[in-house]
């Protein structure tokens, strides 16, 4: 860990809040964001599509700038913040990975489903090559037992990782698994661990807590929420919560609180709260990037969008699985009429 800091954050809104606007971010907006964060004296801000690294498609939505330009314009409006991207083995490529790091990237997290690290051993090893600070990022950690998560992230130490990452992905995890999950990393692995939290059972901050009282060092948040689902940690409270316990982050806490005012709201389409789909996520245990595809979904076949996040949940659906939304949906409606039909 950096000298004089207790807690190393890295500000995900720029690519986690690509999902809360559908991936509309501007050269402009990116530029000033960034810009704001790296004045606030964020240490990592992660930019990319919500995907990862070649995320704009149609299945997991298009995005509106380029991602290569968004990267390029965050770089070059910082001057300390190191620019991180996300990149998810089957989505991105090593091809992606150099590409970033020319454009003066200088941290990769390779993400994966928790059960599934070995594919993420060539994209590491790059990493590593390519000389970016190289993150593990287990995915949907709710998903497997803890022994199974110690297996996979010394999977991902031994490729290399200098951190691995507990990912919260659905915002389902409880305080105490939280714990249990981040101190068996701790005793295990000899690389820092961190925590990346979402907002859906109103937890984020609690089990960022938890994750840092058990020994992670690395903590996500995303300024005013904007995440996924009901967002992350959020960042600026984090600031300020860790103060008062006397934790170093080496951020501004008022320029934070200026961003979060002045930038970040006006590009949240709506306020990111708890609503009863994104509470659905964390109760059904779905990825939180699949909240938009399903109210779409919802409307397009007449059904309740809570109904194909339960379902999601039951059928133990995980990220790149976004198609599995329109069958779902499909059955529920077809059931429905048959029911109706029945009467």
Partial sequence: METGR??????????????AIAHQYTIEQVKAVAKGL?????????????????????????SKTDEWELIETAVSACTNSKIA????????????????????????????????????????????DLGLETVGFLMMSHMAPVSKLIEQAKLMESYGADVVYVVDSAGSLLPHQVKERIAALKENLGVEIGFHAHNNLSLAMANSLAAIESGATRIDGSIRCLGAGAGNTQTEVLVAVLARLGMKTGVDLYKMTDLSENV???????PQEITKDSLMLGYAGVYSSFLL???????????????????????????????????????????????VEAK
């Fill in 85 to 128: 991207v996300l990149l998810l083995p089957g989505i991105g490529t090593v091809k992606d990975l150099k590409r970033a790091a020319g454009l003066g990237v200088r941290m990769a997290r390779i993400a994966t489903h928790v059960t599934e690290a070995d594919v993420s051993a060539q994209h590491i090893n790059m990493a590593k």
């Fill in 264 to 270: 970040i709201a006006p590009i949240l389409q709506a």
């Fill in 38 to 62: 790296d004045e606030a004296g964020v240490p990592y801000i992660e930019v990319a599509h919500g995907d990862g690294l070649s995320g704009s498609s149609l299945q997991y939505g298009l």
């Fill in 293 to 339: 595809h399903a109210q779409r979904t919802a409307k397009k076949y007449h059904v309740d969008s809570r109904d194909i996040l339960v379902e999601l949940g039951k059928r133990n659906v995980v990220g790149g699985q976004e198609d599995m939304i329109i069958d779902v949906a499909a059955e529920i409606a077809e059931k429905a009429n048959r029911t």
């Fill in 6 to 19: 207790d807690v190393l954050l890295t500000e995900v809104a720029l690519r986690d809040g690509s999902h």
